[in-house]
């Protein structure tokens, strides 16, 4: 058997492990945040403020910034600082694409009633509770946690993780909306038709049903970049 030795000079990375795993969990708190819809596009990040409420060092969070740069959710602009990224028509178009190829995939595979449909379900009744309760940008996340738990059904970790930089960018990109409810509220009739197309077992109908869904959800963004386009 050959072992191979250690690279010279590792020893003196000895110290970004620590660090390194702090950035990756404040990047994910970020990312959550942004998911969620907590910063907008635009937006510049203090990292005074956002040091000091997270108990972090200014060199643990530019790290966990790079990483989400590197996840197109962030831009540093020199001598100004970092800002939330605005997402192009390009993005948009390219985010649609990439959820086109995971989601439907993962429910096309349905032959049955999955083990997870109480809690598909339970974004969708989020997701009514927030339209009832005119809490739009709950209904929002109420909408991304149900595509998440629709990919989930790969029991990919990878797929997993892919999707979650994807949300993040997709709630930047919903900001678009000068109306939010204009957006998401006409997609709920159609997360019933979904889930209870699931709840059939009936993976190919459900796959053409969410491919529609996707194609009109990013015509419908495309228009809304085009017309703020139009505004300025």
Wanted: net charge neutral; proline share 3%; hydrophobic share 40%.
């Amino acid at each position: 058997m050959v072992t191979e030795e250690a690279p010279p000079g590792l020893e003196a990375d000895r110290g970004l492990l620590g660090r390194t795993s702090t950035a990756e969990r404040v990047a994910g708190v970020l990312r959550t945040r942004i998911a969620e819809g907590f910063f907008r596009p635009g937006g510049r990040l203090s990292e005074q403020d956002i040091g000091k409420a997270l108990g972090v060092s200014r060199n643990t969070l530019r790290e966990a910034f790079r990483l989400l740069g590197h996840e197109r959710l962030l831009v540093h602009e020199l001598n100004r600082g970092v800002f939330v990224r605005m997402p192009s028509v390009e993005d948009v178009r390219d985010i649609y694409r990439v959820r086109r190829i995971v989601e439907c995939a993962a429910v096309r595979g349905v032959t049955a009633k999955p083990a997870a449909y109480r809690r598909i379900a339970s974004t969708v009744a989020d997701g009514d509770r927030a339209a009832q309760q005119r809490r739009w940008q709950e209904l929002g996340t109420a909408n991304i946690r149900f595509h998440t738990e629709l990919v989930a059904l790969t029991g990919s970790e990878r797929v997993a993780e892919l999707m979650k930089g994807l949300t993040a960018e997709l709630r930047l990109v919903f900001h678009v909306m000068a109306d939010p409810r204009r957006f998401h509220e006409r997609y709920l009739p159609r997360n019933h038709e979904i889930l209870n197309m699931l709840g059939e077992g009936d993976g190919m109908r459900t796959s053409d049903l969410l491919a529609t869904y996707l194609d009109d959800a990013e015509t419908q963004l495309v228009e809304a970049y085009a017309e703020r386009a139009g505004e300025n």
